[in-house]
């Protein structure tokens, strides 16, 4: 038997509210937080979690992702590991700006995200393929485990896509995972 993977979006944060027309800072600075509402998310998520027994937990170390890490790992009573392959995508010079500033050198749904990199930044398939490093990493080394990866909309969105196979261009067809969404990761 071969590892069971969960993916989690960390909970909603400012930047799904009052500031959802920026990017977010990178690093964070300052830290961003979750939003009570983002908070009661994630600890309705880690009661279902409970169900599943996982063994493991791995996440970002960005203070969303800790945050939303260790409201689970305390309602599942494990530790985190904490990974910076797990951050979120770095879109270099336009962290913190308006995103209609990175929209405009790279339109939201083309192909050339995937392959060009913001100044200061990694494209769609380095991210890619640091989260897939990382999988492989964790199945190398665990076998027969659940295991529950919290981390950013983006990566969660490419990891997914590399799992099923996805071409960039199905990919793009593929639906985001949204603010503390929790799904199975399957091929």
């Known amino acids: 038997m071969q590892n069971i993977y969960f993916i989690l979006r ?39 979690l409970k169900k599943e027994k996982i063994d493991l937990i791995f996440a970002s170390d960005f203070f969303r992702t800790r945050q939303t890490a260790k409201i689970v790992a305390k309602e599942l009573g494990l530790k985190i590991n904490f990974d910076k392959r797990l951050r979120d995508v770095n879109v270099g010079i336009y962290q913190g700006r308006l995103r209609e500033e990175f929209y405009q050198d790279f339109p939201g749904v083309s192909l050339l995200r995937f392959i060009k990199r913001p100044p200061g930044g990694e494209s769609r398939q380095d991210c890619q393929k640091r989260m897939v490093n990382f999988l492989k990493e964790i199945d190398k080394k665990y076998k027969n485990k659940k295991i529950l990866i919290v981390s950013h ?7 997914e896509g590399a799992v099923k196979s996805l071409n960039n261009e199905q990919l793009l067809d593929q639906k985001h995972i949204e603010v503390g969404e929790l799904r199975k990761l399957c091929p």
Request: proline share 9%; charged share 25%; aromatic share 10%.
């Open 153 to 159: 909309g983006g990566p969660l969105w490419l990891l």
């Open 10 to 48: 960390h909970g909603q944060t400012i930047y799904q509210t009052k500031k959802k027309d920026f990017t977010y800072p990178w690093p964070e600075n300052p830290v961003v937080r979750l939003t009570k509402r983002g908070e009661n998310q994630i600890k309705s998520i880690a009661k279902k």
